[in-house]
């Protein structure tokens, strides 16, 4: 699932609906549902409010939503743009902590970001990271040296490295999914509106 900003006030999350190109309302904040779609529950974890809008042109930033930026310990940071895990739930207690995550994100030069994609999409292992990052075993030792320092808490964003994924989600992380089906749709409906013009039945001048 990808998540956004329902409209530019950025009054709340949205989860992105590409079949019928709309935005769906998420009643309230990370806060409230983050635990439970961290925890496995999915779309059902997410309160639709019933309200919804078309995918915009251009997406707000999720920054305004979300909390502190942290980084592992012992790594430089990457360069732009940066994968950061969102923490869901409490890490307490957890042998795998990236089930606490909910999802991951881009952050760009700015610190900010337009779409979060859950972590379903991902599974239980970190994304494939580049090489500097580190193998798995010595990122969830980092995590759990940084949550015993800083208290990760849900909507807290964890800078993990330089993604390496493939096409695809890339573009799902950068949004470029959402905006590729607005160009589709919108060269299907003038196609469809030339074939309608084309057999359109002839008209008689009075």
């Known amino acids: 699932?990808?998540?956004?900003?329902?409209?530019?006030?950025?009054?709340?999350?949205?989860l992105v609906d590409e079949d019928q190109g709309v935005l769906r309302?998420?009643?309230?904040?990370?806060?409230?549902w983050g635990p439970?779609?961290?925890g496995g529950e999915g779309f059902w974890a997410l309160p639709r409010t019933g309200r919804a809008r078309r995918i915009p042109e251009?997406?707000?930033?999720?920054?305004?939503l979300l909390g502190r930026i942290l980084q592992l310990p012992g790594v430089k940071p990457p360069p732009a743009p940066r994968l950061a895990a969102v923490v869901g739930t409490t890490l307490a207690g957890r042998r795998n902590p990236f089930r606490s995550f909910l999802g991951y994100l881009l952050?760009?030069?700015e610190q900010s970001c337009r779409t979060l994609v859950t972590r379903d999409e991902f599974g239980d292992q970190p994304p494939s990271l580049?090489?500097?990052?580190?193998?798995?075993a010595?990122?969830?030792e980092r995590l759990q040296a940084l949550d015993g320092a800083f208290g990760l808490r849900p909507a807290d964003m964890v800078v993990l490295g330089a993604a390496q994924v493939d096409d695809d989600m890339a573009e799902r992380l950068t949004a470029g999914n959402l905006f590729a089906s607005q160009h589709r749709k919108s060269?299907?409906?003038?196609?469809?509106?030339?074939r309608s013009d084309r057999f359109a039945a002839p008209r008689i001048a009075i």
């Open 138 to 140: 010595s990122l969830v």
């Open 36 to 38: 439970r779609l961290a």
């Open 107 to 109: 952050l760009d030069g």
């Open 187 to 194: 060269a299907a409906d003038a196609w469809m509106e030339k």
């Open 25 to 32: 309302h998420v009643a309230g904040g990370l806060t409230a």
């Open 58 to 64: 251009r997406l707000s930033s999720l920054r305004p």
């Open 1 to 14: 699932m990808q998540l956004v900003g329902f409209d530019p006030e950025q009054s709340g999350w949205a």
């Open 130 to 136: 580049s090489p500097g990052a580190g193998d798995c």
